[in-house]
């Protein structure tokens, strides 16, 4: 397994390789100075949830290796936003981060969604480059991170949908509390969110600097 360091250049080459010097240099910048709001979102786990009709069948379960490969495979053929956006989610599952769940359709079998669960088991994973960009979670407490829908099924409500069903998962395992860290932009996931159940509770303002990111949480 390469080291974080090292990862990230792998990562950076394959986003070179996939999407090109444009996005690249895009991605970049970013990395060197930018700011940006997050949402904070709650949801009390121990109330009841909300169906949302999805607008597609799936099926939905743990992700595998061969999975995580498929994602990378389908940054190739996405469009310059998507292929940043699977490389970075390929890159987080081999950073550690391995509570990941898929969605599939059921009548093609074709991957539709991607999303983490993350909770104070992690701990150990988050301490190795990611406290800045992570909350402290209480062992009461699941963070959702890294959710995606690919481009063909959005519009069909399968995030919401995902949310409810593994809101019941955690449930089960005895969570209390979902929390979510939402970009002020993204107004479709926070619409999802707010769907089932979610409530705004803090504002976040993430800067990056030189490759470092400073994000506050309260």
């Not at 705004?200 to 993430?206: P, T, V």
Request: aromatic share 12%.
């Amino acid at each position: 397994m390469l080291n974080p360091a090292l990862r990230k250049v792998y990562y950076g080459i394959l986003l070179i390789k996939h999407g090109g010097l444009t996005i690249f240099w895009h991605r970049l910048k970013r990395q060197i100075y930018s700011k940006t709001i997050f949402w904070g979102l709650e949801r009390n786990l121990q109330t009841n949830s909300v169906h949302v009709p999805c607008g597609i069948e799936y099926s939905l379960r743990s992700a595998s290796e061969e999975d995580m490969e498929e994602v990378l495979q389908k940054s190739k053929s996405g469009s310059q936003e998507s292929v940043y956006e699977l490389i970075q989610r390929r890159w987080f599952y081999e950073s550690g981060f391995h509570d990941c769940y898929v969605a599939r359709t059921a009548d093609s079998n074709e991957l539709c969604y991607i999303q983490w669960l993350v909770s104070s088991a992690d701990d150990h994973v988050v301490s190795r480059g990611f406290r800045s960009r992570l909350p402290r979670l209480r062992e009461d407490e699941v963070l959702i991170e890294n959710a995606f829908t690919f481009e063909k099924y959005r519009g069909k409500r399968i995030m919401p949908s995902v949310i409810v069903e593994l809101c019941e998962m955690a449930r089960r395992k005895g969570f209390k509390r979902m929390l979510a860290y939402v970009a002020e932009d993204n107004i479709a996931s926070l619409k999802g969110f707010e769907r089932v159940g979610f409530n705004k509770f803090e504002e976040i303002r993430e800067i990056r600097f030189l490759f470092l990111t400073r994000r506050k949480h309260a």
